[in-house]
């Protein structure tokens, strides 16, 4: 269907997600990516994003663009993950329907699915559902891109697919210790207190929710095979299919850092949702399966922050 010319579009190219889905275009042979950072082509400015999809006419658009953060962000700046998230993604989704693209992927994620939901996640979860309070705002524009998605395809019978990682991580991660992610910022934390005589850590929470992770080339490699082959549905899981507690990946951070202090668990602070695993089975069927255990992720993406600590990514808001 593709060839290694056809023009794609990788929105949010300089993010953890889209830098990796580049990378991985870029190894298959892919020549002829355009990628545009926020400063050149800013999503939430509908004009702008018109006058570029008819400038460039992409055949394949891949949404990795959006505003992302931990809980502390999202409690924060709940407006901003709402709006920003929406414009961003109607702007693209409606542009690539109306120049005629032949595949848009939108990037999701699983707090689009209810908090109390059965575990694992299956897609048929979806709407079934009050959402967990802490992301709601995020995962409120996140199913509604679903949903325009799923629109699309049932209307005009195009090829538009939505994909739902679990907690994604690797180079290129935001490490900022008030908006990061679980993993990043424990990662941070351990290494910070490692160089500092191996100083206690404390951490968030209880340490006894389950969270699958999931390492962002192989989020990248299932983004270049949806885009390379028909999907019959509009949502995928992508994901391990395993979890473990967050005490046990503090464990196992601690030892790939080689911190040997204590940990501290902060009880004060929120759970979030108490387990979040997905279903893997439809993607699986469809013909993919993640490939990188969690500890050699970990130990890649730690690899990668010693190497890239001078210039590591904190993102405020
Ligand atoms: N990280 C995870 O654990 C995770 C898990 C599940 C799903 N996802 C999904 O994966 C996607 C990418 O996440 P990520 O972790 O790669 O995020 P990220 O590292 O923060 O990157 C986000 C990208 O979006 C771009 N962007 C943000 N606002 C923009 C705007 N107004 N105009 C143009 N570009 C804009 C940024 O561009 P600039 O750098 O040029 O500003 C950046 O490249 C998101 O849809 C997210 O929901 C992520």
Request: glycine share 8%; proline share 4%.
């Amino acid at each position: 269907m593709l060839d290694r010319s056809s023009k794609i579009y990788v929105a949010g190219h300089k993010g953890m997600v889209g830098a990796a889905i580049w990378r991985a275009l870029e190894r298959k042979g892919y020549t002829n990516l355009i990628g545009k950072s926020s400063k050149d082509l800013d999503l939430r400015d509908q004009p702008a994003v018109r006058a570029f999809y008819k400038e460039y006419h992409p055949e394949v658009v891949i949404d990795a663009a959006a505003r992302v953060g931990g809980i502390l962000a999202n409690n924060n700046y709940p407006y901003q993950f709402l709006m920003e998230n929406m414009l961003i993604q109607n702007n693209l989704i409606d542009g690539a329907l109306h120049h005629d693209c032949r595949k848009f992927i939108f990037l999701g994620s699983s707090c689009i699915y209810p908090k109390l939901a059965s575990q694992p996640l299956k897609e048929e979860y979806l709407l079934t559902g009050p959402l967990e309070p802490t992301n709601e705002w995020y995962a409120l524009a996140k199913i509604s891109g679903v949903k325009a998605c799923e629109a699309i395809r049932k209307q005009y019978g195009k090829d538009f697919v939505s994909l739902m990682p679990t907690n994604l991580y690797g180079p290129y991660d935001n490490f900022d210790l008030e908006t990061s992610h679980v993993l990043p910022a424990m990662m941070r934390k351990f290494h910070e207190a490692r160089e500092n005589g191996h100083a206690p850590v404390t951490l968030w929470g209880s340490g006894t929710p389950k969270r699958e992770f999931l390492h962002v080339d192989d989020m990248a490699d299932a983004v270049v095979f949806a885009m390379e082959n028909r999907f019959e549905d509009n949502l995928y899981n992508v994901g391990t299919g395993q979890d473990l507690t967050i005490r046990e990946l503090a464990e196992l951070i601690q030892k790939v850092t080689g911190h040997q202090g204590d940990i501290i668990w902060d009880s004060g602070k929120p759970d979030g949702t108490p387990r979040k695993l997905m279903d893997v089975s439809k993607m699986t069927e469809a013909g993919w399966k993640a490939k990188t255990g969690l500890e050699e992720g970990v130990r890649d993406t730690y690899r990668w922050f010693v190497g890239n600590i001078s210039q590591i990514k904190e993102v405020k808001f």
